[in-house]
């Protein structure tokens, strides 16, 4: 099992930008493709970005493409995504999940492992 604790949500104004972090702890050979997910007020949670264990191959969803960078460092087994800017439409909890399988994935079922989520408001 694995442990991911997400941080740097907070409030910003449109335009601006936020750094997220999650920390992985536990078994983290299971962290092969880590990914970010949000959810918003009301609504499903979606997929925002997805990156392999050699931080070579990204995956992005269509609506954060351009303005949101994953990236990772392995040696301190953590995960940033990298928001800039941010729009109203932003404003969700974010999370952090991983999973062990050698692809990027972008469906939730395909991640074993969640962390609770960072809140991330953007104001108009």
């Known amino acids: 099992q694995v442990q991911l604790v997400e941080s740097g949500g907070g409030l910003v104004q449109t335009g601006g930008s936020l750094r997220l972090s999650c920390a992985a702890s536990?078994?983290?050979?299971?962290?092969?493709?880590m990914g970010w997910f949000r959810q918003a007020p009301g609504k499903e949670r979606e997929f925002v970005a997805a990156?392999?264990?050699?931080?070579?191959?990204?995956s992005y969803a269509d609506s954060v493409k351009g303005r949101f960078t994953i990236s990772r460092d392995n040696a301190k087994n953590t995960v940033f995504l990298q928001m800039n800017s941010l729009k109203p439409e932003d404003t969700a909890v974010y999370y952090c999940?991983?999973?062990?399988?050698?692809?990027?994935?972008?469906?939730?079922?395909?991640?074993?492992?969640w962390g609770q989520g960072t809140q991330v408001t953007v104001s108009s």
């Open positions: 999940a991983a999973t062990s399988r050698y692809f990027i994935a972008t469906l939730l079922a395909n991640y074993d492992s």
């Open positions: 990156i392999n264990w050699f931080g070579d191959k990204t």
């Open positions: 536990g078994r983290t050979s299971s962290t092969y493709t």
